[in-house]
T-cell receptor, first 112, second 112 residues
């Protein structure tokens, strides 16, 4: 079992839809969780960062972490064509205990 | 503020040729990383440098060498390029292993 699993999609939604992107993980030692957005032919950029279980909101984006279920989600409200990108989850152990572990990414397309 | 700068952006090599990918960051970050990204494989860590003066192997180090020239610069060298090294290479940096990564825009390398 891989440490981080992410459905590769592709996921296609109409403009204005609520999008749910998900990752599961196997190692309960992960302490912090991130979401990156990668536009085509660009490098990933950090979108959301959280340490704890629960929800963190930033504009139209909400990151949700459920440590008991080893499951994280990114919700995008009122999705826009400009949200079309690949979204990668990433997780870290904290301290000096290794580097981030990335999911393989979910490709999202928001149709006008 | 440039962030992470990678050169070149594109390169075509013949099998057996060598080349160095350059990466520089201007954020005074301690840690730097080299990843390759292939379709269906996600981001795979090649080498990283947790701090100036140290380098360590990642998941896929074979065929590569790195040099942390100073705090700003981290180069990746292919001594004898192989077609299997055709990929998009990303350099990233972070303030430390607990922090999010800032990625460069990538180098698209084709080995023929």
């Amino acid at each position: 079992q891989k440490e981080v699993e992410q459905d590769p999609g592709p996921l296609s939604v109409p403009e204005g839809a609520i999008v749910s992107l998900n990752c599961t993980y196997s190692n309960s030692a992960f302490q912090y969780f991130m979401w990156y957005r990668q536009y085509s032919r660009k490098g990933p950029e950090l979108l959301m960062y959280t340490y704890s279980s629960g929800n963190k909101e930033d504009g139209r984006f909400t990151a949700q972490v459920d440590k008991s279920s080893k499951y994280i989600s990114l919700f995008i409200r009122d999705s826009q064509p400009s949200d079309s990108a690949t979204y990668l989850c990433a997780m870290g152990y904290g301290g000096s205990q290794g580097n981030l572990i990335f999911g393989k990414g979910t490709k999202l397309s928001v149709k006008p | 503020n440039a962030g992470v700068t990678q050169t070149p952006k594109f390169q075509v090599l013949k099998t057996g040729q060598s080349m160095t990918l350059q990466c520089a960051q201007d954020m005074n970050h301690n840690s730097m990383y080299w990843y390759r990204q292939d379709p269906g494989m996600g981001l795979r860590l090649i080498y990283y440098s947790a701090s100036e003066g140290t380098t360590d192997k990642g998941e896929v180090p074979n065929g590569y060498n790195v040099s942390r020239l100073n705090k700003r610069e981290f180069s990746l060298r292919l001594e004898s390029a192989a077609p299997s090294q055709t990929s998009v290479y990303f350099c990233a940096s972070s303030a430390g292993q607990d922090f999010g990564y800032t990625f460069g825009s990538g180098t698209r390398l084709t080995v023929v």
